[in-house]
């Protein structure tokens, strides 16, 4: 079984603030929020990151977004707008290598980002 930390919450070994489950996808609170809205959308399956996707994951990846663009509009932060971030590696400050996307609302964001 994975040591990962995701891979735990998608088993429900540990327990997380989960805002959405299905067959492929896995979505929860982020513990230190960056913003009002901070929902970390991650696949069930484990993946380190952009990086380890091959065209074998581009049907999940849609999913992944879809699954973000649905959580936008059920967390009220649709019509004022959101973002979303994949870190990927080092100097992108990737801290947990299963793959993440970011769900970041309720605020106005500055570009570039940091
Ligand atoms: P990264 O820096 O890899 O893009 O993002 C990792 C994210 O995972 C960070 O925003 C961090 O706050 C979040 N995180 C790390 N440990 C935990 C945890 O135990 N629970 C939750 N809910 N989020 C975590
Ligand atoms: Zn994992």
């Not at 513990?31 to 913003?35: K, L, M, R, S, V």
């Not at 069930?44 to 990151?49: L, Q």
């Given at each position: 079984m994975s040591e990962c930390l995701f891979c735990k919450f998608v088993r429900h070994e540990i327990p997380t603030q989960i805002v959405y489950e299905d067959e492929q996808a896995f979505a929860f609170r982020d513990?230190?929020?960056?913003?009002p809205i901070h929902i970390l959308v991650v696949p069930?399956?484990?993946?380190?990151?952009l990086a380890e996707?091959?065209?074998?994951?581009e049907g999940l990846m849609g999913h992944l977004l879809w699954v973000c663009a649905e959580l936008a509009r059920r967390e009220g932060i649709e019509p004022e707008g959101y973002r979303v971030v994949a870190n990927t590696n080092a100097n992108a400050g990737q801290s947990v290598y299963h793959l993440h996307l970011h769900l970041l609302g309720g605020r106005t964001m500055g570009w570039p980002p940091g």
């Open positions: 513990i230190n929020p960056q913003a069930r399956t484990h993946v380190a990151n996707m091959t065209h074998e994951h």
